[in-house]
């Protein structure tokens, strides 16, 4: 992680109204996670919209319901493959209805992501940099997946689910999942108040970190 983003770059991110909490972030976010886990236990919705629905409602903001839709098919990493956690993918959904894109890559990040491809010169490095500077919204999922991956040290479900291998449907599996559920939900609030109060910084881990 290096510079925070500068304030006209945080003011072209996101797309919708929220409402900020008044109180302490951590009691915001504990709220966020008790809304969570009501939503997975209480009113049964599956582990990837009850984190969707969670975020969004905790900042108040105002969504279709048809949009619970796109998030069914990540059951258990996917059609139950183990790939990316579910509760991980809503997460990433809510931060994408906030602050995602619906148009093509505008003219100039077009050109500058070609140029980082096909300029004659450049070291891989300097083409890796070039696309990680041009793409420096991706910096808001960025941080909210390292922080998953910190928090629990893997992202697929199949990795985090390791220790049940041999009892996946068990009431302990279930209950790890359930705490992943909550957690998560929190991971992506507290990302939504470090945008939002001007605290991101620029990309951090990454696939090209290895060049820069």
Not at 94 to 117: C, N, Q, W
Not at 179 to 184: D, K
Request: proline content about 4%; aromatic content about 10%; glycine content about 8%.
């Amino acid at each position: 992680m290096t510079q925070p983003l500068k304030k006209t770059e945080l003011e072209k991110l996101r797309k919708v109204p929220l409402q900020l909490p008044q109180e302490e972030n951590d009691s915001f976010i504990r709220k966020c996670i008790e809304m969570a886990d009501r939503y997975v236990t209480t009113e049964r919705w599956p582990s990837h919209q009850s984190v969707y629905k969670a975020v969004l409602d905790s900042f108040c903001i105002d969504y279709p319901v048809d949009t619970m839709r796109l998030l069914c098919g990540f059951t258990a990493g996917g059609g139950f493959t183990g790939g990316l956690c579910g509760a991980l993918c809503g997460g990433a959904a809510a931060l994408g209805f906030i602050y995602g894109s619906t148009e093509p890559m505008h003219d100039e990040v077009h050109k500058r992501f070609m140029e980082a491809i096909f300029k004659q010169g450049l070291t891989p490095g300097e083409r890796a940099a070039e696309v990680v500077d041009t793409f420096w919204r991706e910096a808001v999922y960025n941080y909210y997946f390292l922080s998953f991956r910190h928090k629990f040290g893997h992202t697929d479900c199949r990795k985090l689910i390791e220790p049940f291998r041999d009892n996946p449907v068990s009431r302990k599996r279930f209950g790890c999942c359930r705490r992943i559920v909550g957690e998560t939900a929190g991971l992506a609030a507290r990302t939504i108040l470090t945008v939002e109060k001007g605290q991101l910084t620029q990309m951090g881990e990454n696939v090209y970190s290895h060049l820069l």
